[in-house]
């Protein structure tokens, strides 16, 4: 919850996409509108698919790519305000119940891109909760260094469908990322994934 408008948590959002990105492995992840793909594009990798200008529509990619690729895992990761965005995906991957398929939602509790306003996060609505009411396998909040510790294994080893909200503080950093173009982004990961014989047939 909220204190005075500002987020309690202590994580920093780019140490907690670092500590993640650090054990990733081969796992193909997608990120979501805003800050977690500002996040992610200080430490780029092909097998990252950023979705900078596409509200909502992260987790439903992910489930998308989960079915394709049974056997890779998936890391979805996003803010609260856009999962909050497109919260029936969560009913449908609880439907679907992808086994590869993890889902980390990087929570401070307000809408960073246009001017921090508190998010429904921030007023009580746990989306760890949502999750489990949907189906999820597993869910749980993170808060502290610890925990994320012994949460990041499990993003890329637990049975899926997997779901953790990581509640971050308000610290905010320039809106960049190094690649802007979309379709470059596309073919550079499909590229990656199917290799470049594959990647358009």
């Not at 948590?9 to 805003?34: E, F, K, N, P, S």
């Not at 987790?59 to 790519?65: C, E, F």
């Not at 989306?127 to 994320?148: P, Q």
Request: glycine letters at 10%; hydrophobic letters at 40%.
């Amino acid at each position: 919850m909220t204190m005075n408008g500002q987020s309690s948590a202590t994580l920093d959002r780019r140490d907690v996409m670092r500590t993640i990105v650090a054990q990733r492995g081969d796992a193909l992840m997608v990120t979501g509108l805003g800050s977690t793909t500002y996040d992610a594009g200080t430490v780029d990798h092909p097998n990252t698919f950023c979705l900078w200008g596409s509200m909502g529509a992260a987790a439903m990619m992910g489930l998308g790519l989960a079915i394709a690729q049974p056997h890779r895992r998936i890391l979805v990761m996003t803010g609260d305000g856009e999962m909050l965005m497109g919260i029936g995906a969560l009913a449908t991957i609880g439907a679907q119940r992808p086994r590869n398929l993890a889902i980390a939602v990087i929570d401070n509790e307000h809408y960073s891109e246009t001017g921090m306003q508190a998010t429904h996060t921030g007023r009580g609505v746990d989306l760890a909760a949502v999750a489990k009411a949907c189906g999820f396998a597993s869910t749980e909040t993170v808060r502290t260094e610890g925990e994320l510790t012994s949460i990041v294994p499990r993003l890329f080893n637990e049975e899926g469908p997997f779901f953790v909200a990581i509640k971050v503080d308000t610290q905010r950093y320039p809106m960049s990322i190094r690649v802007r173009d979309g379709a470059h982004l596309k073919d550079r990961f499909r590229e990656n994934l199917l290799g470049a014989e594959r990647a358009y047939y």
